[in-house]
């Protein structure tokens, strides 16, 4: 099977996970990526990278420290971008005007302009750019998007999506309370609003405001992921720091559809934690579980409850994809597994995505597009409390409405 070769820029804590997830990819038997290459400016984190690599894979990849020295290779086609936010668009841009496709984390960019820079980049050199958004991979979403696509739900008028709760610890780096890097309200709340706009469809409107719960962030007590960088980076953290950037949104959407959103993402307080993620319509009520968990879809219509499988019986043309099959098994909506094991199999899904994009030329499923709006749909909830009303996507979209992020591009040097 043909592969492009791609190189991973960014060996942090997420640039091993998608170490990792190169690895699941492999293992699928259907592997259209071939990861060739690890560049960090970071010397340490490249090496980790490559050594990681080399355990993986029984090879050691080309390593650098210097963007311009690796694009300048002809044996690298590909580019995976999992730098933090605020430096996408100064990888991407130079990437892609060299000719290499990329795909590049959430969030595509931290402001509209940064993302709009990199999809008039591809454009310009015509290449692939796809964002990476994993969790609308996972099984129980994409059966939440078939339940919607068949109509089951009726005329659909509004979709609650709460997540609430955290605490006063730094979220993984510094840089996620830190305004001008893409903080956590942004970086989390993309997550969010890309599973609203692929239940729901495109917004029109949006309403809200960001907050900063938690001023002050301690170091964490541990780090959660049990992976080397990650140990490092708490070693390295200050024992506090003052968040300048929100680590909390929340939002009412107007979708084209004519529906409503409810959005909140409230990344701190000492409440109890709260989720729900709900769709409603004239003919039932959906409620999934949530992102890499593998719990149950529960669709409720009228006098019936059908939980995860069972829905499945309503379904009759639904599939999944093949690598979706080949890694979670046919037919699977539910399932048991460890977050390790779901985190790299998402991953493996869409970077698979990304590769037959690169060899067919089709489009991938989460493009720079759908990734700016994503972006925007966070942003533009900030932007509406600076404005003091409702705003369009279009205007977040076209720099018609931009205060909020103007001091960001400024210090990004983007105007
Ligand atoms: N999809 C998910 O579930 C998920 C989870 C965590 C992080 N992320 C995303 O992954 C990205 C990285 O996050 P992280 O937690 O790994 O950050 P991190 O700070 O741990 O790592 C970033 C790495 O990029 C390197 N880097 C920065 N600028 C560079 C440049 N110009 N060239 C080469 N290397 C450069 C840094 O040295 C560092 O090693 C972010 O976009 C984040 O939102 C996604």
């Known amino acids: 099977m043909e592969k492009t070769p791609i190189c991973v820029v960014g060996c942090g804590g997420m640039g091993q996970r998608h170490i990792l997830a190169y690895k699941e990819l492999e293992n699928s038997g259907i592997s259209n990526l071939d990861l060739v ?53 100064s990888v991407a841009v130079p990437a892609l005007l060299a000719g290499k496709h990329a795909q590049v984390e959430k969030p595509l960019g931290i402001t509209v302009r940064a993302s709009q820079a990199i999809i008039d980049a591809a454009q310009k050199a015509g290449v692939v750019l796809a964002t990476s958004e994993n969790l609308r991979r996972d099984p129980p979403n994409r059966l939440a998007r078939a339940v919607i696509d068949a109509d089951l739900l009726g005329k659909i008028h509004l979709m609650i999506h709460t997540a609430v709760g955290g605490n006063d610890q730094m979220i993984i780096t510094p840089w996620r309370h830190l305004k001008e890097k893409g903080a956590i309200g942004l970086d989390m709340g993309v997550h969010y609003t890309d599973i609203i706009q692929y239940y729901m469809g495109e917004y029109q409107q949006m309403f809200g405001t960001g907050l900063i719960v938690e001023k002050m962030r301690r170091r964490p007590d541990s780090h959660g992921l049990d992976l080397e960088s990650y140990k490092e980076r708490y070693k390295e953290m200050p024992e506090v720091i003052e968040a300048t950037g929100e680590d909390s949104v929340v939002a009412s959407y107007v979708m084209d559809s004519g529906a409503m959103v409810q959005f ?36 409720k219509l009228d006098g019936r409850e059908l ?47 990304f590769g037959e994009s690169i060899l067919n030329g089709s489009t991938p499923e989460v493009d720079g597009y759908v990734g700016m709006t994503a972006v925007a749909a966070i942003l533009g909830a900030y932007e509406s409390a600076v404005a003091g009303r409702a705003v369009t996507l279009n205007e977040i979209l076209s720099g018609a409405v931009s205060e909020y992020q103007d001091e960001i591009d400024e210090a990004l040097g983007l105007i």
Not at 268 to 297: I, L, T
Not at 335 to 341: G, K, R, V
């Open 37 to 89: 290459a690890v560049c960090d400016l970071r010397a340490d984190n490249a090496e980790r990278g490559a050594d990681q690599v080399e355990k993986l894979f029984g090879k050691r990849p080309m390593v650098y420290t210097d963007l311009d020295k690796m694009l300048a290779s002809p044996d690298i086609g590909a580019v995976d971008v999992v730098t933090d936010p605020s430096t996408h668009h």
């Open 264 to 299: 909140s993402y409230i990344g701190g307080g000492k409440g109890n934690h709260a989720f729900e993620r709900s769709v409603h319509g004239r003919e039932g009520a959906m409620y999934a579980p949530g992102d890499r968990n593998g719990n149950q879809v529960v669709l």
């Open 307 to 353: 939980r995860g499988k069972e829905i499945l019986g309503l379904l009759p043309d639904f599939r999944m994809n093949e690598i979706t099959e080949r890694l979670f098994g046919e037919g699977t909506v539910e399932y048991d597994l460890n977050f390790p094991e779901i985190d790299a199999k998402h991953m493996a899904i869409e970077f698979h995505d």
